[in-house]
């Protein structure tokens, strides 16, 4: 073979191999959640940690380093740079901890979760503690090994793995900000609200009818059926690979607005997977940029878009030609459910407006305890003062509900909550961009003309894919770095308008 | 590790950890037929041929050879004694080849059977020649070299990749003797069928009825649901894990006879795979036996169960069921439409009495052509002439429903064909032994209790897996070797009965 760079042509190929293997990996992993019968449990677990070690080993083979090295002198375009970049990132996460730490972790993660799924409907956090205090002194290692390669302190460290580039110093300034609004925002909205009659939609509404609709809407939304499905699983999620995108879904027979605002959500993460580069495909560099850009997807489609009152007027009949007409699918009424804030206590059941009390509340316990601040047992107390003062709830001895309600922590995901709400800001900064860039973009959505809309992102983002960093991919998509005035200003617009004030 | 047995141990290990990849690709396999959307064809074929191209990597080790050489001379019990020698089996059948014949033999096969795709519809004979000729200059090749290495004739060398210990010689034998009876026993039975009334069942048959009635006959097959599923391909097949099984089948609206039988024709390989040993899963011991024995399940289901005067009494009332009452589902008239006897062209839609003649045919074709005795563009005229003698039809320029039918040629398969017939031999060998066991077997099956039956199998069959060679198996089973005058006694006790001789 010749070539002028061996090097960067080895890791390419090397990547590709990692690629095709993974996508056998995200294949049993969507099967698992959509088809797999109980019994099939233990022994595809077997299969999938064996794969799991297997990439594990490929990505860490020695020659790799060098190779890395190597190619950093070899004649790269731009884009072979980026590449080499991310294979670097890439190289770095899957070397960074030493194998026994690593075992380790998933030994006391799957422990602890496993056990979780039982204690948590028990509401019994002494047993959950001593399985929790095992995962945060693992998470805490991983902290300090990871924090010593890459210069950042332990909590920069954690994040850095979904959100490249993003630093607590950062958060703490917009989630500093955002705390200061937010709760006096939820009370105003809360109370003009509480003025508004709104309908509530008459069930049963049939699985099947509910499928058609979803499939409708996905179908509005862009999503290409010739490269992709969408099935059931309990907790839906978007998988699969670029060019065979695994949505998921869930019914219940008695409301439908969870299955195709579910299914309007995960079609955002579900375009950006089916739209990123092909060139690369199977490089680092077309890998989707990270956690809080995708999650910016999702929310672009179900709430930017999905609760837009011009969106609506086009969904409404299209609910009454799957269900039959009845009031409460008027669209005024619709958009009055789709939009109406109410303090919960749990996160994932949480409206637009609630939704960055949970995550800030989260992050400010997550942060210290993984920089040793704070310790486990700290955790109820912390909770329960937060939510008091976040969201007015009192949750004291609900720890179901409370501490216990996600997986993340028993789980060890420390560092990925602040995605979520990131990711509802870089959202609200693109809809702010795109209404520079097409002036009458919201009569276009109620027109049902959704190309400016898609053509925008195509173009800022799921092109864009790994080619720039995150500070650098915002830039120069909307002109400016994370700016949460845009967020601010969306809930302001569309919860409290000027004239409701 | 302290142990007696390192090799072995080291073996098992290994054999353990191909076990769990393959896990996946199996997955994968099923899904591309049963899931996958057009778009993701091409990543799919990579990812797939990725992980084959792993699993011949670490199915030729090096070390391998030495462990199985070393392990030799382990104190193994009896039971790891039979695993090693499957161990050496498998060994030797991923070892034996050059690996750039593997790869010739990957390349002509997939062109010659994708370019088949198009040429069989056309009656392309003439395109299909050269692409067939390079398939079977590769196929002698590996006959070849697989003759030298197991002392044994170049057909027999590629048979024994199906069917482990089976010969030409005993194929001779047994296909000689069937070919002097057969034509003959067909001409009587369509004669007599000829005067027999039979009134076609009115469709359309709902594909959501047939779906439900074929799980349920699934149920009362015993297929465990929590172990396996049965979804839609083109093709339908058992595929999966055993811990997983998925099979497929295939509905059309205006009949449900083929949806049926097809169903219970592969719920015999599923449960064969369901009921494979637990104690050694994943080791080459606990595998299927062979092709012929699993197409035994099948055919135990499908015909010697499925098309018995007894059980079709079980199935009328749910087939009644499913559709609503017609004349057509009286348990007589639906026992004369599943033994309906009819010359065809096409092996895969023939009935049970004229299929061996197409399997006949087929090798009396490809063994002379594996020797070298004949050449591809003998083919036609020699099926032409075996079309006339076994089953009086003329397919003269026929080519798309002659010698251009089975996908098998065009893919390599070569010596896989006798395995159907063999496995319709082993069933009725296995019933009659049945019959010796529990005397009043026809009783209690027309009783519904179908125990007997399942106990038998499960213990003479699935659980011994690969425990001994395929005729110690067939002895231990069976109390004699494979004897085709049980095959010979069904046909002519269903099909003949002497009182309608």
Chains 1, 2 share one sequence.
């Not at 739209?275 to 077309?286: A, D, K, T």
């Not at 407006?353 to 704070?374: D, K, M, N, Q, S």
Request: net charge negative; aromatic share 8%; proline share 6%.
């Amino acid at each position: 073979m010749d070539t002028t760079t061996p090097s960067y042509d080895a890791l390419t190929q090397a990547f590709l191999r990692l690629h095709r293997l993974q996508h056998l990996q995200s294949i049993a992993q969507w099967d698992s959640a959509a088809n797999m019968p109980p019994r099939g449990n233990e022994a595809r677990a077997a299969a999938m940690a064996e794969m799991s070690a297997l990439l594990h080993r490929l990505s860490t083979e020695p020659q790799l380093a060098r190779q890395l090295d190597d190619a950093e002198a070899e004649p790269l375009s731009e884009p072979q740079r980026a590449n080499l970049r991310e294979m670097r990132r890439a190289w770095r996460q899957s070397n960074a901890l030493p194998e026994a730490l690593v075992q380790r972790a998933a030994l006391v993660t799957s422990r602890c979760e496993h056990a979780w799924r039982t204690q948590r409907p028990a509401n019994d956090w002494a047993g959950h503690l001593p399985n929790l205090r095992e995962v945060v002194a693992v998470a805490r290692e991983e902290a300090q090994a990871l924090s010593q390669q890459l210069g950042l302190s332990r909590y920069d460290a954690l994040m850095d793995r979904f959100e490249p580039g993003m630093r607590a110093a950062t958060i703490d300034a917009v989630f500093g900000e955002l705390r200061r609004w937010l709760p006096g925002l939820i009370r105003d909205v809360i109370d003009r609200q509480s003025r508004e009659a709104v309908l509530q939609p008459q069930g049963p509404f049939a699985v099947d009818a509910q499928r058609r609709l979803c499939e409708r809407v996905m179908r509005l939304l862009g999503f290409d059926f010739d490269a992709g499905r969408l099935d059931v699983s309990a907790h839906p999620f978007c998988g699969g690979v670029p060019e065979d995108v695994r949505m998921t879904t869930r019914y219940r027979d008695d409301e439908f607005l969870g299955s195709l605002m579910g299914t309007i959500h995960e079609t955002g993460h579900g375009r950006y997977e089916q739209n990123r580069p092909r060139e690369l495909l199977g490089q680092p560099v077309s890998e989707s940029r990270s956690m809080a850009i995708h999650e910016s997807q999702s929310l672009s489609f179900e709430m930017q878009l999905g609760s837009h009152r011009g969106f609506v007027g086009r969904l409404a009949p299209l609910v009454a030609e799957a269900f039959g007409a009845q009031p409460a699918f008027d669209a005024d009424n619709l958009h009055r459910l789709l939009t109406r804030v109410k303090r919960g206590l749990i996160r994932v059941d949480a409206d637009e407006v609630t939704y960055p009390a949970h995550v800030i509340l989260r992050y400010e316990i997550e942060r210290p305890l993984v920089e040793g601040e704070i310790e486990v047992d700290d955790i109820p107390a912390l909770w329960d003062a937060k939510m008091a003062e976040l969201l007015e709830l009192d949750t004291r001895g609900n720890f179901k509900d409370g501490p216990m309600q996600d997986v993340h922590w028993p789980s060890g995901l420390f560092g990925y909550f602040p995605c979520y709400s990131l990711g509802a800001m870089y959202a609200a900064q693109w809809f702010a961009a795109m209404r520079r860039a097409t002036p009458d973009l919201d009569a276009r959505i109620a027109a049902g003309d959704l190309a400016p809309l898609f053509d925008w992102l195509r173009e800022h983002i799921w092109t864009q894919a790994s080619r720039w960093s995150t500070d650098e991919l915002v830039r120069r998509a909307s002109g400016e770095p994370l700016n949460p005035a845009h967020f601010a200003a969306h809930l302001r617009a569309r919860y409290a308008p000027p004239a409701a004030r």
